[in-house]
């Protein structure tokens, strides 16, 4: 079975600089996607960017990327120039493309706390 | 669209009550999972469907627990009797599976719900 593990707890940063989330996952399975969801406080679960497993290129969105390694099964986010609103807990989840697979293998989450 | 619509976003009831949940997911989506989140248990996956039907309910905590699909636009996650320790926040989620399908769940707000 698959699994997520996010190590980190919580983590801090200073406004306007840059902090990776760790996530590592456990598979068998050679294709599958990835996700970061945001979750503020208002409890609404945002997706932040995803990676399928296929695509050597890591994925970007403005201040969000991902620093995937397919080999050692790490999925990290990084946040660059983080802001006030970045606030939140992040959570990484795992989806099988297998046919029939529906189901979405979420981490405990890493609360990110974003100092003035 | 309006994403997922869940009602309602509280749910003060004693124990003992009957407590429904309901969700409408994004037109056009074919999958849907409830999930609970508590402070002690995370994301916990309760039950999901897929073309209505229910794929896998192993995350149902037991029988007072029961959820339904009867068409693609609603949902309904039911507790009876309800319990203290059912007081989470109940997310619904929904994606559209298949070929060509929209991997990333969209979640609705949340119902958080407290039985005293």
């Known amino acids: 079975a698959q699994t997520v593990t996010q190590s980190q707890p919580e983590m801090s940063v200073q406004e306007a600089e840059t902090v990776t989330l760790s996530c590592t996952y456990d598979t068998s399975e050679s294709d599958y996607y990835l996700f970061w969801y945001k979750q503020p406080p208002s409890r609404q679960m945002i997706l932040v960017i995803r990676?399928?497993?296929?695509?050597?290129q890591n994925a970007t969105e403005n201040r969000f990327s991902v620093n995937f390694q397919k080999a050692a099964k790490s999925f990290s986010l990084k946040i660059s120039d983080s802001q006030l609103g970045d606030a939140a807990m992040y959570f990484c989840a795992y989806r099988s493309t297998y046919s029939g697979t529906y189901k979405y293998i979420f981490g405990t989450g890493t609360r990110l706390k974003v100092l003035a | 669209d309006a994403g997922v619509i869940q009602s309602p976003r509280h749910e003060v009831t004693e124990m003992g009550q009957e407590v429904t949940l309901r969700c409408k997911p994004i037109s056009g989506h074919n999958s849907l999972f409830w999930y609970r989140q508590t402070m002690m248990r995370g994301l916990e996956l309760l039950i999901y469907?897929?073309?209505?039907?229910?794929?896998?309910d192993s995350g149902m905590p037991e029988d007072r627990f029961s959820a339904k699909m009867p068409n693609a636009s609603f949902s309904t996650l039911k507790i009876q009797p309800s319990e203290p320790r059912d007081s989470a926040v109940y997310f619904c989620?929904?994606?559209?599976?298949?070929?060509?399908?929209?991997?990333?769940?969209?979640f609705g707000p949340g119902t958080r719900l407290t039985v005293t």
């Open positions: 990676q399928e497993a296929y695509k050597q």
């Open positions: 469907f897929n073309n209505n039907v229910p794929i896998d």
């Open positions: 989620a929904s994606n559209a599976q298949g070929a060509g399908g929209i991997y990333e769940q969209y």
